[in-house]
């Protein structure tokens, strides 16, 4: 049916095109409606009529086209998961209050692997009672559709961010942050840090390709919920977002 709608619109504005571009084509046109008219014994339409009609087939046929394939047409395997990870969203972040996960034992946040990449996170906020209540909703909805339908396990590396740790973690260099205190939606516990759990262990390495992947994952799905992810940023930080307010960060 695309196709044949398609069709018909090409077929129609060419026409509409060669009426009103070549006079050949119109007296063409025109001697044959003046022979159709004198079998019948009155003359159908005028030159001028010729004019209106290219006209009108080249300004209504692509309105009329648009509103009868409108809400018909989509990509195979898109538009339908689309719509349904959306209703999923909604339907968490309307439902009851998704409960915080149990937190992890210090240990894991003290491995070779995590102090290496990040050395200052052993003494890390993640407290999810310190986050503001909306954004850690969904946090946590992000959480449960990256395990639910992704099969990744998630954990909070750090929430809130005290003005004096931002301000040693800017110290430490633009590698760390480039946010002083007050600066970061850390502050408003507004912004979270977030990393991956395979067999028990944390892993936050961005040259893992399993946790790569699910950073990019995890950047889409948060995007969904209206958060903003680190890992569009020039500086990029694959595991955080934040959810902005207006007038909240001074710049």
Known sequence: MFLFFMLL??????LGAWLLLFPGGREV????????????GRR???????????????????????????????????DS????????????????????????????????????????????NRNWQQLDPAFAQRLLVVFNIMKERHGYDMAILEGYRSPERQNTLAAA??????????????????????GFLRDGRLVISEKDPWAMRGYQLYGQTAEALGLHWGGRWTMMDFGHTELRVAGVVKH
Do not use: W
């Open 81 to 124: 998961d689309t719509r349904a990870i959306n209703d999923h969203i909604a339907g968490l972040l309307q439902g009851e209050q998704l409960s915080a996960p149990a937190p992890l034992p210090p240990v894991a946040f003290s491995t070779a692997e995590v102090t290496l990449l990040r050395p200052m996170l052993e003494s890390a």
């Open 173 to 194: 260099g633009p590698g760390v942050t480039n946010a002083k205190a007050f600066q970061s939606y850390h502050q408003f516990g507004l912004a979270a840090d977030c």
């Open 44 to 78: 159908v339409l005028h030159r001028r009529s010729l004019f209106v009609l290219a006209a009108a087939v080249l300004l209504t046929v692509p309105p009329l086209l648009a509103l009868l394939l409108s809400g018909r047409i989509a990509l195979s395997g898109y």
């Open 9 to 14: 619109f090409f077929l129609l504005t060419c």
């Open 29 to 40: 046109v025109m001697q044959s409606i003046d022979v159709a008219g004198r079998s019948i």
